[in-house]
């Protein structure tokens, strides 16, 4: 047997190498797969020489080299060129040759090693986006803003506007102007529009802000499983490094016309800048349904059953158990959602909230402290920072109780009434030895600040005691917030009570019959909304708000929510089995960078592109792309 082979090593030397009068440097680029070499295979056989084109490959499953005939010739003897002076051997080895480069789709990319950048040159760009670009053609948000944009007179395109400000906030969150700057970093164009029309386009955002809530659940629940048996509630706040609060809109009598929205208030790092405060109503897999913003100054107790009850009457779902934090657990909250709950089947919503052991009342202390029917409960799972979490035995015990709360009516002349009624109510209560920990920490660092502000007061006013504040007497303030210097003292038997309940939590709830186990798991997902919050003002960097308006705070946070959709979105798609810190770190990191006329090149690829490669049918593993092939992935 005779073979002969292709000489690949002379066969690149002569495509890799030029005489060219200025310095250049040939690269080429395997735009498919790792090399597969043809070549020619010359047999000997009784009736003379066979000629057949071979291909060498990689096996995947066994991963060892093989060949296989892709051409077969013939005898030497029988074949018969159009030019008789051509040796047939050495035409059919440069055949293969040029049948293997053309296969791997192989090209030559000049580069001119004395090209120089320009200032300001930046030919990174980013492709990440196109996952979430994804999303946003699924929900169909472009088709919405185009909707939109026709009851407007506006020369400038609302659609690429929302889209730049939502996949620059999940990536390269920034002030508006910043953003407007950075808008060529992304891969397609954002161009065509000015600043002083992203400005002008966040008054539109605003005034539509509930219609694009109900679009995206409504073009989400089709494609997404979105589980409303359970809705999370919670309120969450945003400073402004403003020096002044707003001051409300009044018509020439004094009445009220518009309520500002930059008001002092319990801000949650007890910074002293005014704030705005959100509330945000989340479904039971963990992603945003509505949200709603009101004055700082207000208390966030009174706004969860208005957004409740707008997402009712415009999804248009049924029962549904919401579960809030105890600083919603109000009377009127409890009333208003389950009524009496004093029927075997009531039709009203329910209620899981958080209950307060060290406020409640002298009766429900006594038995949260008495050790009889406490049970232990094994059970295991993943350890996380809050309180509710338990590794290992989970003591608990619950009751059923006839809970009087007083709710406020108006009568009709506008007067408040004070009205006392009766629930049915469960209540659970466990114990955590994490949970005591936490808490005698927390209460520590409190006393040792009450300590300094004991031994000196003028270092701290309204704002800055908060915390500390409670564990001393005599303690009060100036109309100002400044401490009026009396006979200040440490207040002992305040922190000796306070540890009598170290490591108890209580969960109340309006589900009689619901297992405590149960109960907590359910209330443990406010973990996820809570986690939306530090989304917004870490990943997404919503704070300080630089924009004035209500309008405009409308429509920044109109861009914000839908940024948190399409996050979540996302998360839901790959099994909840990334962060969100994670999923943004290397979709930050999948750039190109432009190499040629017509080419690209990728430098990142890792588990996460990978899985979402598969999950949305997205190519992201190729290392060169031309132009068109990228813009033909962004087309989704």
Request: glycine share 4%.
């Given at each position: 047997m005779c073979t002969v082979r292709f000489n690949r090593t002379f066969f690149c030397k002569y495509l890799l190498f030029s005489v060219c009068r200025i310095v250049t440097f040939y690269v080429i680029i395997y735009l498919s797969g790792a090399l597969c070499l043809m070549y020619l295979r010359v047999v000997n056989k009784p009736k003379g020489k066979y000629l057949?084109?071979?291909?060498?490959?990689?096996?995947?499953?066994?991963?060892?080299?093989?060949?296989?005939?892709?051409?077969?010739?013939?005898?030497?003897?029988?074949?018969?060129?159009?030019?008789?002076?051509?040796?047939?051997?050495?035409?059919?080895?440069?055949?293969?040759?040029?049948?293997?480069?053309?296969?791997?789709?192989?090209?030559?990319?000049?580069?001119?090693?004395?090209?120089?950048?320009?200032?300001?040159?930046?030919?990174?760009?980013?492709?990440?986006?196109?996952?979430?670009?994804?999303?946003?053609?699924?929900?169909?948000?472009?088709?919405?803003?185009?909707?939109?944009?026709?009851?407007?007179?506006?020369?400038?395109?609302?659609?690429?506007?929302?889209?730049?400000?939502?996949?620059?906030?999940?990536?390269?969150?920034?002030?508006k102007k910043k953003t407007f700057e950075n808008r060529n970093f992304f891969f397609e164009s954002f161009d065509g529009f000015e600043l002083e029309d992203a400005y002008r386009s966040l008054d539109i955002f605003g005034e539509h802000e509930e219609e694009l809530q109900k679009w995206i659940y409504d073009h989400s629940v089709t494609k997404y499983h979105r589980d409303l048996s359970a809705t999370f509630f919670d309120c969450t706040n945003y400073y402004y490094d403003i020096s002044k609060p707003d001051i409300d809109d009044l018509d020439d009598d004094g009445?009220?016309?518009?309520?500002?929205?930059?008001?002092?208030?319990?801000?949650?790092?007890?910074?002293?800048?005014?704030?705005?405060?959100?509330?945000?109503?989340?479904?039971?897999?963990?992603?945003?349904?509505?949200?709603?913003?009101?004055?700082?100054?207000?208390?966030?107790?009174?706004?969860?059953?208005?957004?409740?009850?707008?997402?009712?009457?415009?999804?248009?779902?049924?029962?549904?158990?919401?579960?809030?934090?105890?600083?919603?657990?109000?009377?009127?909250?409890?009333?208003?959602?389950?009524g009496k709950n004093n029927t075997e089947h009531n039709p009203r919503d329910g209620y899981i909230y958080g209950q307060s052991v060290r406020g409640a009342d002298k009766e429900f202390k006594e038995w949260v402290l008495n050790q009889n029917e406490y049970k232990n409960t094994k059970i295991e799972e993943n350890d996380t920072d809050d309180e509710t979490s338990m590794n290992g035995i989970f003591r608990h015990k619950s009751r059923i109780y006839p809970k009087k709360i007083y709710i406020t009516r108006?009568?009709?002349?506008?007067?408040?009434?004070?009205?006392?009624?009766?629930?049915?109510?469960?209540?659970?209560?466990?114990?955590?030895?994490?949970?005591?920990?936490?808490?005698?920490?927390?209460?520590?660092?409190?006393?040792?600040?009450?300590?300094?502000?004991?031994?000196?007061?003028?270092?701290?006013?309204?704002?800055?005691?908060?915390?500390?504040?409670?564990?001393?007497?005599?303690?009060?303030?100036?109309?100002?917030?400044?401490?009026?210097?009396?006979?200040?003292?440490?207040?002992?038997?305040?922190?000796?009570?306070?540890?009598?309940?170290?490591?108890?939590?209580?969960?109340?709830?309006?589900?009689?019959?619901?297992?405590?186990?149960?109960?907590?798991?359910?209330?443990?997902?406010?973990?996820?909304?809570?986690?939306?919050?530090?989304?917004?003002?870490?990943?997404?960097?919503?704070?300080?708000?630089?924009?004035?308006?209500?309008?405009?705070?409308?429509?920044?946070f109109t861009t914000c929510f839908t940024a948190l959709v399409l996050i979540r979105l996302l998360q839901v798609k790959l099994g909840n089995r990334y962060t969100v810190g994670k999923l943004l770190t290397s979709l930050k990191k999948c750039n190109c960078a432009h190499i040629d006329s017509n080419y690209h090149q990728f430098f990142y690829y890792d588990e996460i592109l990978e899985n979402i490669s598969k999950k949305y049918s997205i190519e992201l593993s190729k290392k060169y792309r031309t132009a068109n092939e990228i813009r033909r992935l962004l087309k989704y």
């Open positions: 057949t084109i071979c291909e060498s490959y990689r096996d995947k499953t066994t991963k060892k080299s093989k060949e296989r005939i892709v051409k077969t010739i013939g005898y030497l003897d029988n074949i018969h060129l159009d030019d008789s002076s051509i040796d047939p051997i050495e035409y059919y080895t440069q055949l293969a040759a040029q049948m293997s480069l053309e296969k791997k789709k192989t090209t030559s990319i000049k580069i001119d090693l004395n090209t120089e950048l320009t200032t300001d040159t930046d030919e990174i760009k980013n492709i990440g986006y196109v996952v979430f670009k994804y999303i946003y053609k699924e929900l169909e948000l472009d088709k919405f803003w185009k909707n939109i944009s026709s009851k407007y007179e506006i020369e400038y395109d609302l659609d690429k506007i929302f889209q730049l400000m939502v996949f620059s906030r999940i990536l390269f969150p920034a002030s009445n009220l016309i518009l309520k500002r929205y930059r008001k002092y208030g319990p801000e949650k790092n007890h910074r002293k800048d005014p704030i705005v405060e959100l509330g945000l109503l989340m479904d039971n897999t963990g992603i945003p349904l509505a949200y709603d913003l009101f004055p700082g100054n207000e208390s966030e107790k009174v706004h969860m059953l208005p957004i409740i009850n707008r997402a009712r009457s415009q999804y248009g779902f049924g029962r549904t158990i919401v579960v809030a934090d105890r600083g919603l657990n109000t009377s009127d909250n409890i009333f208003m959602l389950n108006e009568k009709n002349d506008g007067s408040i009434l004070k009205q006392s009624i009766t629930v049915d109510q469960k209540q659970m209560v466990y114990y955590s030895e994490k949970y005591k920990k936490k808490q005698k920490l927390e209460r520590d660092r409190a006393v040792e600040r009450a300590v300094d502000l004991i031994a000196h007061p003028k270092k701290y006013d309204k704002v800055s005691a908060k915390g500390a504040s409670g564990y001393v007497m005599n303690l009060s303030f100036t109309q100002d917030g400044e401490i009026v210097n009396k006979k200040l003292a440490l207040d002992i038997d305040k922190i000796a009570e306070e540890e009598k309940y170290d490591g108890y939590y209580s969960i109340v709830t309006s589900e009689l019959k619901m297992d405590d186990i149960e109960i907590r798991e359910k209330y443990r997902g406010l973990i996820r909304i809570e986690d939306t919050f530090k989304i917004t003002k870490s990943e997404f960097d919503t704070r300080p708000i630089y924009v004035r308006t209500n309008e405009h705070i409308d429509g920044h």
